[in-house]
């Protein structure tokens, strides 16, 4: 057990003018390999609830709390969870229609936390309850609005509706 004594991703990027482009990627790679780990166990974690607020930085690197919505995933199985888990902002839609889903469900999280973290505004931010729910519910993805096409091509294929077009 470790104490972080370090803010929430939400306040460390609301609070900060600029963030440096090679911290943000360094945030992306440790992300990266947390989720590489968590999906690689044996049986799978799947985490179910990232959102900024469970992220803490502290001397510039990424910290992962909360575990308490996480779940032992079976193998080479799809299974219907607990629907609505996690917070909307982030939230995959398969799990906000309460559909079956798998590990790529953290995948699309993990996409919105890239999404704010190299975009610096929140997933969603402008778009009231009702629109992030019909966002949901409708076959569209997000527009990634990003300079860094690199990046964009990643964010992008993190947070694509279709569960299959996923990265692994």
Not at 9 to 23: G, H, Q
Not at 104 to 131: C, H, T, V, W
Request: aromatic share 12%; glycine share 4%; charged share 25%.
């Amino acid at each position: 057990l470790q104490k972080i004594n370090g803010p929430n991703l939400r306040d460390f990027i609301n609070n900060k003018k600029i963030i440096r482009s090679n911290l943000k990627i360094k945030f992306m790679n440790q992300l990266v390999s947390i989720f590489n780990f968590l999906h690689n166990c044996n049986p799978p974690i799947i985490y179910r609830d990232l959102k900024a607020e469970n992220i803490l930085v502290e001397n510039n690197n990424i910290f992962l709390t909360d575990f308490g919505l996480s779940k032992f995933y079976p193998e080479n199985e799809n299974f219907k969870m607990t629907g609505n888990t996690g917070t909307l902002r982030y939230m995959a839609p398969e799990v906000f229609n309460k559909k079956n889903y798998n590990l790529k469900a953290d995948i699309y999280s993990l996409g919105m936390i890239l999404y704010f973290i190299f975009k610096g505004q929140l997933p969603f931010n402008e778009m009231n309850r009702q629109m992030v729910i019909d966002y949901m519910e409708n076959d569209k993805n997000m527009l990634v609005d990003l300079n860094d096409n690199f990046i964009k091509k990643i964010i992008e294929k993190c947070i694509d509706k279709n569960i299959n077009n996923r990265h692994d």
